[in-house]
Structure formats: C-alpha cells, structure tokens
C-alpha cells in the first residue's frame, strides 16, 4: 500500500497570501496523483489531477505540481473561500489511498 | 448537471447489515466507473470500493473486504453498496463519487452517514 504524508498538517495564513501545501508517497506514483479541497459539512472536491491539471471549474489561482513521490499544491494568493482542508490521493495502484489532510486556516 | 444522491444509512447494531444506494443523473452513468469513499467523524478520507462500468470488476480495501459488497443498476443508474457484519469502525459518512476518464473522482454526492453502536 503506497503511503501518503502531507505537510504541514495546518498552515495558518491571511488572505491574499501564498499557500504551499506538501504531498510526499511512500513510492512511485509517478503523476497520478489528485487534490481535494473540503469544507466543513460538504463533500470533497476535485482540484487537480494527474499532478498539475486543474479540474473543470476551478480557479487559476490554484496549481499541481511534482512527479514520483513529491507534489506540491500552490495557491498563489487566498480568498476567504479558500480556508479549508486538502487531501492528495493517489490512483497509481490498488487500494486507493489519501494523505491524512492539510488544514488551511486564517491566521 | 451530474447529481448524486446516497441513500440508506441510519444507525445499526454491531454485526447487523445496512445496503446503501447512489442513485446518478446528468452523465451516461454505463460508461463510467463508480466508487465508494466514507469519512469517519473527524477523520480523513478514505476509499471503499470501486465497481467498473459493466460491473464486471469490483475492488474493495481490505477494511471491508469480504464483508462489503458493490453493484450496480445500469438500467435504474444506480450503485449500492451491501454492508454486512457491520463493526462500530465502519461508522462514517459515506460517499459515493463518479469516477472520471482519467479515472479520478470529479464528482460526489453528499453523503450518507452510517453509525455502528449498541
């Protein structure tokens, strides 16, 4: 089972600044990896997948990056909507795994 | 507009059974591949099972394997998910998602919880 970490497990930012939230696996999933953005009491949301493309609808402030066992998701400056958890997910291989979140709250 | 609307869940008794319901409109639910992620309170997310498009193939994580069971209806667009001997691990709100060509979960229902306890 490929194991997902991500950091920090919460940032604390104001709007308007930089996120960089971290995804490291266990191994190799090469780019098949995915973000998911929750809010509190709504289902997940597809943000990025296969490492950098951004799912239908979403803003361009948000971006993927990485290949192998290291990605990044960048949100280049956030709005009040943005303040949330993110999860990656991989789907290189069975069983499907996610990281145990990021939390993005305002400082 | 794609829709998904679980149903089903409720609370139930340790070793009882509860079978939960997706039903999916907006999308040609035959070509498309299911899946199942649940969410514990508080927790992160977690995958279930996913069911292809014809049925023909299932996979479960092996939390559930062998006590869960995924189908589907192409003729009523709907997938199930059969859960017998139920432990008070498997309380979660459960979701089901639609499973994209690239094979990512771009679309999900809102959820129905499920609480195990005596």
């Known amino acids: 089972e490929i194991v997902l970490t991500q950091s920090p497990a919460t940032l604390s930012l104001s709007p308007g600044e930089r996120a960089t939230l971290s995804c490291r696996a266990s191994?190799?999933?090469?780019?098949?990896l995915a973000w998911f953005q929750q809010k509190p009491g709504q289902a997940p949301r597809l943000l990025i997948y296969?490492?950098?493309n951004r799912a239908t609808g979403i803003p361009a402030r948000f971006s993927g990056s990485g290949s192998g066992t290291d990605f990044t998701l960048t949100i280049s400056s956030l709005e009040p909507e943005d303040f949330a958890v993110y999860y990656c997910q991989h789907r290189s291989n069975w069983p499907i795994t996610f990281g145990p979140g990021t939390t993005v709250d305002i400082k | 507009e794609v829709q998904l609307l679980e149903s089903g869940g409720g609370l139930v008794q340790p070793g009882e059974s509860l079978r939960l319901s997706c039903a999916a409109s907006?999308?040609?639910?035959?070509?498309?591949?299911m899946t199942w992620v649940r969410q514990a309170p508080g927790k992160g997310l977690e995958w279930v099972s996913t069911i292809s498009a014809g049925g023909s193939s299932t996979y479960y994580a092996d939390s559930v394997k062998g006590r869960f069971t995924v189908s589907r209806d192409n003729s009523k667009n709907t997938v199930y998910l059969q859960m017998n001997s139920l432990r008070a691990e498997d309380t979660a709100v459960y979701y089901c998602?639609?499973?994209?060509?690239?094979?990512?979960?771009?679309?999900w229902g809102q959820g129905t919880l499920v609480t195990v306890s005596s």
């Open positions: 191994q190799s999933v090469s780019s098949y």
């Open positions: 296969d490492a950098s």
């Open positions: 907006g999308f040609f639910f035959t070509t498309y591949d």
């Open positions: 998602a639609k499973v994209s060509s690239r094979s990512y979960y771009d679309y």
